[in-house]
């Protein structure tokens, strides 16, 4: 089962605005990520935390995905964190993090795919920690997936880009489905052929 992370805006009115849609459209689309990912057996992992992120992992369950991992802060550094719980009594696993930096920053770590829907000055920040880990060959991502029609020009900033090129993605929500089944089969298939060297190494052939 492939671990991913969301990330996205809190407060979807202000998306709503910026991409002059309106919010019921939007939540239509993250509604679509949440269904996606329930059912190709994906592990979703996202933040404590309203907005697009809630209405994703509301969606998964719905649609009766298998685990939704929750990352809340264990305190409340440096900022409160007494909104969190509606979040949190829905999950699958709650994963305690020291700090609202490592609930932030591990959900785009630890996963092997991050699905971004939509900016915000929160994502920024998230999207400041996968540069960093690819500049410094850190952490587990292996892709970062823009949803198009919930970015600004359908684009990351360019300075991301400039940055991190080989490591983004970018689709329409309709045709998520078919680029996180491709990255699926080639994990199998990497998998099959690690376990063949193995076998090779051991005498096995």
């Not at 009594?89 to 305690?96: G, H, K, L, N, V």
């Not at 829907?117 to 892709?143: M, P, R």
């Amino acid at each position: 089962m492939i671990k991913v992370g969301v990330i996205g805006p809190t407060d979807i009115a202000v998306l709503g605005r910026i991409l002059g849609k309106e919010v019921g459209a939007l939540e239509d689309e993250a509604r679509i990520v949440g269904k996606v990912l329930a059912d190709l057996n994906c592990e979703l992992w996202v933040n404590s935390d309203g907005g697009m992120l809630a209405v994703v992992a509301k969606a998964y369950k719905t649609s009766k995905g298998n685990k939704l991992v929750v990352l809340t802060p264990k305190e409340g550094e440096p900022w409160p964190k007494t909104h969190t719980k509606p979040y949190v009594d829905y999950a699958d696993e709650i994963r305690e993090e020291k700090d609202w930096f490592y609930s932030n920053y591990n959900v785009v770590k630890l996963p092997n795919l991050c699905v971004c829907v939509g900016l915000s000055c929160g994502t920024f920040s998230e999207l400041a920690y996968i540069k960093w880990d690819h500049q410094f060959k850190c952490g587990n991502l292996e892709k970062l997936i823009g949803i198009t029609s919930l970015l600004r020009d359908g684009r990351f900033p360019e300075e991301l880009e400039e940055m991190a090129k080989d490591k983004i993605s970018y689709v329409n929500v309709l045709d998520l489905k078919h680029l996180i089944e491709e990255f699926q089969r080639k994990k199998i298939e990497n998998q099959m052929i690690y376990e063949r060297i193995g076998q090779k190494h051991r005498g096995g052939f």
